[in-house]
């Protein structure tokens, strides 16, 4: 393992710690990334777990390719404990694929696609809820159609290894958006937990890293995979009218259905208080965090099942994905 130090021509210019793992023999070249987002310290955490990980079982050695570690993509955001970049006060991951001679964040994010992601065949980047509230484990992968697409980011997503997949269309300036349109590189954007807390989950993240390792072969071994793994698209939040006091029954990843109570929310400022329902079936994607909510900040929401016939039907409720071996998905 090395660590060295690299200076990001931005204005003020940041200076990042980069870990690199460099393998016996030539292979795929991975990068792993955590902290876009100053304020998701899951993310960051995973990341440092994961190195930790690598060095105890000396990894390194037996390694086929390189790894790069970036544990901290937005320093500035993060001294304010915030998830944006501070000189511009941006979104990180709205600003690729970046400018020479734009602002902070855009000249970040160019110099990082150029230098780091470009040289990558794969991205892990890891990420978390935020500051208010709490993610099931899940990677994300793009809603493309062509079969390259599909066959890369799409089959990463399975091959981390958590039960649930979102797909998304994705948003203009995200990494994972980007680094597909300029270089077709697979950017896999993981989420686990959130809140400002350390979250009992951070293993499931270190295992899915794993897993894309052995699944290009850089380590040995199969990766693995849960029983079930669900692709799920439609998500629900479920706002609060008013600041309020929530006291919320549901746990992170339960399965719902519609009508079910999830908790309470008290308005004290007019002295009443309503009981949460599930708008529909799904399983309880996220958590509001802390007991005091503010107006319109989400109390949690629900991913949405394509069938929910009455109660207590659990097995066939999801979108469940085809069993398919680990092999099938190879490139
Ligand atoms: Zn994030």
Known sequence: MKITKKIFNTNPKVKIPIITFKGESSGPKGLITGGMHGDELNGMLTVKRFVELFEKEKLEKKMRGEITVIPLLNPTG?????????PDNSDLNRAFPGKRNGSFSQRFAR??????????????????????????PHTRVSNCKDKACI?????????????????????????????????????????????????????????????ILKYFKMISGKPKMPKKQFLLEKRFGIKAKRTGIIMLSAKLGSRV????????????????????????????????????????????????????????????????????????LYM
């Open 78 to 86: 993060f001294k304010r404990s915030s998830r944006r970049a501070q």
């Open 111 to 136: 110099q990082l696609m150029d230098e780091f992601v470009a040289n990558a065949d794969f991205v892990i980047d890891c990420h978390d809820a935020g500051s208010h509230s709490s993610l099931v």
């Open 151 to 211: 066959a890369t980011v799409q089959n990463l997503g399975r091959v981390f290894g958590t039960e649930l997949i979102i797909k998304r269309e994705g948003k203009r300036g995200m990494l994972a958006i980007e680094a597909y349109k300029k270089f077709k590189k697979p950017v896999l954007t993981v989420e686990i937990g959130g809140a400002k807390h350390a979250n009992k989950f951070l293993d499931e993240g270190v295992e899915g890293i794993k897993n």
């Open 257 to 328: 259905h519609k009508g079910d109570e999830v908790g309470t929310i008290y308005y004290p400022q007019i002295y009443k208080e309503e009981i949460l329902h599930a708008p529909m079936c799904g399983v309880i994607f996220s958590l509001h965090d802390h007991q005091i909510i503010e107006e319109n900040q989400f109390i949690y929401s629900v991913l949405e099942t394509k069938q929910c016939h009455g109660k207590r039907k659990q097995a066939k409720e999801f979108t469940e994905l085809k069993r398919i071996s680990v092999e099938a």
